[in-house]
T-cell receptor
């Protein structure tokens, strides 16, 4: 069965430093997509970055990069040069592909990140 | 206008009330979703609509009734809810067939008293 695991309930990082949020996944589908979302206290889920299972290179979006290790089934999010506004809940999610793709996402438990000034 | 709009943002209702949550997307997407986010739990998928047709009901109790009149609008009708149904309800939309991400609304924070 498909599953997403985030083992870090909470993380602290000093402003301007980099931080890595862990995510491991489990699926038997060879085609899938991995996503990271940010959820501030307002509640909205904000899309950060996407990695496809067949992508050869790690995805990057500004200060966000995804460390994709397919053999280990991990998709860690790296935030460089942390800012106070990065304090939020972060969710890793997976969407399976193929003919059964309904677009639904399976989410991990989330990691609360706090950036210290 | 924002991509996905949910109303109301906050709702308090009694267990005997009937209310509806509304979601509207202006992105031209062909799939819409309802998710439930309870405290200290991951988001749980409730319903999936592809091209206005319900393609998934994730064992949701019948006191939650979805409606998708067209590909831009999605409703969640609520009746005789329980206090444990208090949660943040998030609507999302996406375009099937590609790698595009799901876009979420800001959610409705529901409290059942």
């Amino acid at each position: 069965a498909q599953k997403i695991t985030q083992t870090q309930p909470g993380m602290f990082v000093q402003e301007k430093e980099a931080v890595t949020l862990d995510c491991t996944y489990d699926t038997s589908d060879p085609s899938y997509g991995l996503f990271w979302y940010k959820q501030p206290s307002s509640g909205e889920m904000i899309f950060l970055i996407y990695q496809g299972s067949y992508d050869q290179q790690n995805a990057t979006e500004g200060r966000y990069s995804l460390n994709f290790q397919k053999a280990r089934k991990s998709a860690n999010l790296v935030i460089s040069a942390s800012q106070l506004g990065d304090s939020a809940m972060y969710f890793c999610a997976m969407r399976e592909g193929g003919s059964s793709n309904t677009g639904k996402l399976i989410f991990g438990q989330g990691t609360t990140l706090q950036v210290k000034p | 206008e924002t991509g996905v709009t949910q109303t109301p943002r906050h709702l308090v209702m009694g267990m005997t009330n009937k209310k509806s949550l509304k979601c509207e997307q202006h992105l031209g997407h062909n799939a819409m979703y309802w998710y439930k986010q309870s405290a200290k739990k991951p988001l749980e998928l409730m319903f999936v609509y592809n091209f206005k047709e319900q393609t998934e009901n994730n064992s949701v109790p019948s006191r939650f009734s979805p409606e998708c009149p067209n590909s831009s609008h999605l409703f969640l009708h609520l009746h005789t809810l329980q206090p444990e149904d208090s949660a943040l309800y998030l609507c999302a939309s996406s375009q099937l067939g590609g790698h595009t991400e799901a876009f979420f609304g800001q959610g409705t924070r529901l409290t059942v008293v």
